[in-house]
């Protein structure tokens, strides 16, 4: 807000633009001299003067106001703020104002994606932690944000699955836990394939039948994908995430034949060892395989339905796809494909890579059973909480639930605090730890204001904040300064989360933002009885638990009352 306002009124006095005087501005080291400087280095060449003696100028046309005094130094000019001015200021507007980016843009983002009848992989579960922190991040920027579950619901290992489910399957084995008879199923399947061929000729025969959309093959069909959505469903609620469409690669089956015909009236189809191809040598990539040799499409061919469906249909101006960076490949060859056939908006169609989760230094695999293994993880977490809370604050009333979103929240935020390219190595230990740099830190955080809005409620017949009362001359101390001048870097945060597509830039500013107030809370008494002084504290307490909460919610996290 500050450079802003600075950026604004220095643009009436010189040839710069605000923008461009905003980059320019400073933050100097040393705080005596001024809170921000303004070096007049850029402005030199174009007035044909000193800098120095550019500053001096500045400093007289440009006189100190009720925020700030200004003064130049040497190249400088510089701007001191009167603190107490600009946090009654700060505190009128109600913190900090997020600029919206997005401008109603509408984005879609294809995100979490798993496979049908196949347990839900790590990368199914970053992918849908980071998509829900963009959905969130870019709906707050302003663009019109709609998410997509693209799920695997297509293939010929639906063949398999039904040749395997009929010969070895049944209700008894699936009661249990259906994914996890079904990936048995899916194993044992390749296992005794290897001996008898001709499994493979009877799945390749279901997968025929499936496709012409013969009724029994549909049946079995439809049976693994509503169970597969009960077990997936059970993670998102947990998780606190939810889909404005489930629309999985079958649904672009009667979509795939317009897009092979356009590409072959294009001419960019070519033949290659019986498959139809797309030829990528020019960017040296490998081609892109649009159907097989056997007739039947595949992923990509699918893919640029979806996308093409995606700009149409669905009027999507940019399309995201939040998956492992082990698809990178995949995604270069689709939307060069995309490009090649004329479509200008490829360049608005984005993989959001991220890097590989790791527990406790190995890679979770799909021969360990992931399914069991998340929910055991979201458990485990959770009861991990609740020894924690049972030590801590024995009498919390709801403490199972208290313990279930510290839990999974900790594993949120444990995974989001990475730059989502970085390989994420993942100890239960830490990620659920009141202390540090974790989730339920700043829960804590976010819990320690609640309850300091409330002990001020209770002593003061009910009013939270007397802001008429506040006098922020009692907030003029480093420890609120540095807490209000945090809280102020929030849009900017907001901002480079949603153009970098990178959670963590939140996920690090929380903790950040929740050490400083910390700090203020531990040198500054705020209950103190004076109400002028009170006030004006715990106005910094009420704009520091909005901007918490905010950012927890930006992040898939909840904030907690108590804990
Ligand atoms: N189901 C795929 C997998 O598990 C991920 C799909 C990602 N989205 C897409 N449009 N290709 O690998």
């Known amino acids: 807000m500050l450079k802003e306002m600075i950026a604004a009124s220095l643009a009436e006095h010189c040839s710069l633009s605000s923008q461009q005087i905003a980059e320019l501005l400073e933050f100097p080291p040393n705080e005596q001299l001024g809170d921000v400087a303004f070096p007049c280095f850029a402005l030199s060449k174009l007035m044909k003067q000193s800098p120095a003696q550019i500053a001096g100028q500045l400093a007289t ?16 000019l510089n701007f001191k703020f009167n603190r107490a001015a600009v946090i009654g200021q700060f505190v009128k507007n109600g913190g900090a104002q997020i600029p919206e980016i997005g401008k109603g843009k509408r984005v879609i983002i294809d995100m979490s994606s798993p496979n049908i009848a196949k347990p839900f992989g790590i990368g199914h579960l970053r992918s849908t932690m980071i998509g829900n922190a963009l959905y969130n991040l870019l709906g707050k920027a302003g663009y019109e944000t709609v998410n997509v579950n693209h799920l695997g619901d297509w293939g010929t290992q639906f063949g398999k699955m039904i040749t395997a489910y009929l010969h070895w399957g049944g209700p008894a084995d699936k009661a249990e836990d259906p994914i996890k008879a079904y990936l048995e199923l899916y194993v044992r399947f390749h296992e005794e394939a290897k001996l008898r061929p001709e499994l493979e000729t009877e799945a390749r025969e279901w997968f025929v039948k499936l496709e012409t959309g013969d009724p029994e093959a549909r049946r079995y069909w439809s049976m693994f994908i509503e169970d597969s959505l009960a077990a997936f469903n059970k993670l ?59 007739g039947s499409s595949i992923y990509a061919t699918r893919d640029l339905a979806t996308a093409i469906y995606r700009h149409d249909q669905m009027q999507g101006e940019e399309l995201l796809y939040v998956v492992g960076a082990e698809q990178s490949l995949h995604f270069r060859q689709l939307f060069l494909v995309l490009n090649r056939m004329g479509f200008d908006w490829a360049k608005s169609c984005k993989h959001i890579p991220f890097g590989l989760m790791l527990m406790d230094g190995q890679k979770m695999s799909t ?42 929240g900790a594993v949120i935020f444990g995974d989001l605090l990475h730059s989502r390219l970085h390989e994420v190595n993942f100890s239960l230990e830490d990620v659920v730890n009141f202390e540090g740099e974790t989730g ?23 009013e939270q904040v007397q802001s008429e ?12 300064w540095q807490l209000v001048k945090s809280l102020m870097r929030y849009p900017d945060v907001l901002v480079q989360a949603a153009q970098r597509y990178e959670p963590s830039v939140v996920a690090r500013y929380l903790i950040e933002l929740a050490q400083t107030f910390n700090r203020f809370y531990h040198h500054e008494k705020i209950i103190t009885g004076n109400t002028a002084e009170q006030s004006a504290k715990l106005a910094l307490v009420r704009l520091t638990a909005e901007c918490v909460e905010d950012g927890l919610h930006m992040l898939g996290v909840k904030a907690l009352k108590e804990m």
């Open 367 to 408: 021969r360990r059973g992931k399914v069991v293994f998340l929910e055991d993880v979201l458990d485990e977490a959770a009861s991990h909480a609740l020894r924690i809370i049972e030590e801590k604050n024995p009498t919390l009333s709801g403490k199972n639930e208290v313990a279930e979103a510290v839990g999974v």
């Open 440 to 462: 339920p830190y700043v829960q804590y955080t976010y819990a320690r204001t609640q309850s300091l809005l409330r002990k001020a409620a209770s002593g003061n017949s009910g």
């Open 61 to 76: 046309s440009l006189p100190s106001n009720s925020l700030w005094t200004t003064s130049a130094a040497g190249p400088y």
């Open 469 to 480: 009362a506040a006098d922020y001359l009692h907030t003029e101390g480093d420890y609120s």
């Open 236 to 294: 998102y609620d947990r998780l606190g995430v939810a889909f404005d469409h489930y629309l999985g690669e079958s649904f672009y089956n009667d979509k795939m034949d317009a897009v092979v015909d356009q590409l072959s009236q294009l001419g960019l189809l070519e033949e290659s060892d019986g498959a139809l191809v797309v030829r990528l040598d020019e960017e040296g990539l490998p081609p892109c395989i649009i159907k097989k040799s056997d």
